[in-house]
């Protein structure tokens, strides 16, 4: 038994209205090896990414030490389409750290998130309707696919949809 290992990880996102003009969006990552946090400012309507800020408590790779910095960069993307590429392209300048680009997506992701919470308020109550429901959104919206665990490749939402 001294060769079993333990490893342990949780990843959160919240999103927080501060007024009509202004989000945050905040990701925290803790696991064996890693104590992380990620917070962004955004500015409505715009969805534009005001300021960042965050924090590598505990990590072994020493590039993510400049998470700060690397951070300054992303102000002024918009949160969309070809927000993934823009993230990793401007973090990458400064830093190797790729869990810092996860986590500032993940941000983004529970801003786009928070902003449908009406139309997931329409879902059938039928479990049968309900999968018809969510396969036609992202039928709609091929962006959502594999945005969340539920719409990830092998859930029954996205059985039959290719992938883009």
């Known amino acids: 038994m ?6 342990a990880r949780n990843r ?4 927080e209205q501060i007024d009509e003009g202004t989000v945050i969006s905040t990701c925290r990552l803790q696991d064996t090896l890693t104590d992380a946090e990620v917070t962004i400012r955004v500015r409505l309507p715009e969805l534009e990414i005001a300021e960042a800020s965050g924090t590598f408590q505990r990590y072994g790779p020493k590039s993510c030490s ?9 102000a002024g993307v918009r949160i969309g ?10 973090l990458g300048e400064i830093t190797d750290c790729d869990e810092l680009a996860v986590l500032v997506e993940e941000c983004c992701h529970g801003v786009i998130l928070a902003f449908t919470k009406e ?10 309707l309900e999968k018809e429901f969510f396969a036609n959104m992202i039928k709609e919206n091929i ?10 490749p092998g859930s029954p939402i996205v059985e039959g949809i290719d992938p883009p």
């Open 12 to 15: 959160s996102t919240s999103v």
């Open 66 to 74: 400049q998470a700060a910095n690397a951070l300054k960069k992303i």
């Open 119 to 128: 139309m997931l308020a329409q879902v059938p109550k039928d479990i049968a």
């Open 81 to 90: 389409a070809g927000m993934k590429k823009i993230i990793r392209g401007l």
């Open 143 to 152: 962006r959502l696919y594999n945005s969340c665990a539920a719409f990830a």
């Open 2 to 7: 001294s060769n079993l290992l333990c490893y």
